[in-house]
Nanobody, 124 residues
Framework: VQLQAFGGGLVQSGGSLKLSCTSGESGIDYYVVAWFRQAPGKEREGIACIGSNARHTMYAHSVLGRFTISRDLVNHTVTLQMNNLKDEDSAVYSC??????????????????WGQGTQVTVSS
């Protein structure tokens, strides 16, 4: 499974961005997919994931209520809508999957397939 993440950029504090993760195949519509981020000098953090059942989602406390993960079945992507962005959200964001379905705990991985990161920079 080859993943591609895109949609990052520069945004002001309080603004919004939408990230997308695609694999070019419809299998992603069923796979467990997670979003991670890593800021300079910090450990990689799992922030959101979605199960085969799109209603099964999990969020890190740091983004709960501000970020929403969902599936776009038409375009075979998993999106991460990020609202009310804060300076501390600045990081490289990556999506990951094991190419399998499921509806269990999905924030920690481990994950086998990773997309390249996309930079999100929040300026105050």
């Amino acid at each position: 499974v080859q993943l591609q993440a895109f949609g990052g950029g520069l945004v002001q504090s309080g603004g919004s961005l939408k990230l997308s993760c695609t694999s070019g195949e419809s299998g992603i519509d069923y796979y467990v997919v997670a979003w991670f981020r890593q800021a300079p000098g910090k450990e990689r953090e799992g922030i959101a994931c979605i199960g085969s059942n799109a209603r099964h989602t999990m969020y890190a406390h740091s983004v709960l209520g501000r970020f929403t993960i969902s599936r776009d079945l038409v375009n075979h992507t998993v999106t991460l809508q990020m609202n009310n962005l804060k300076d501390e959200d600045s990081a490289v964001y990556s999506c990951a999957t094991n190419g399998m379905g499921g509806d269990g705990y999905c924030l920690g991985g481990p994950y086998v397939h990773w997309g390249q990161g996309t930079q999100v920079t929040v300026s105050s």
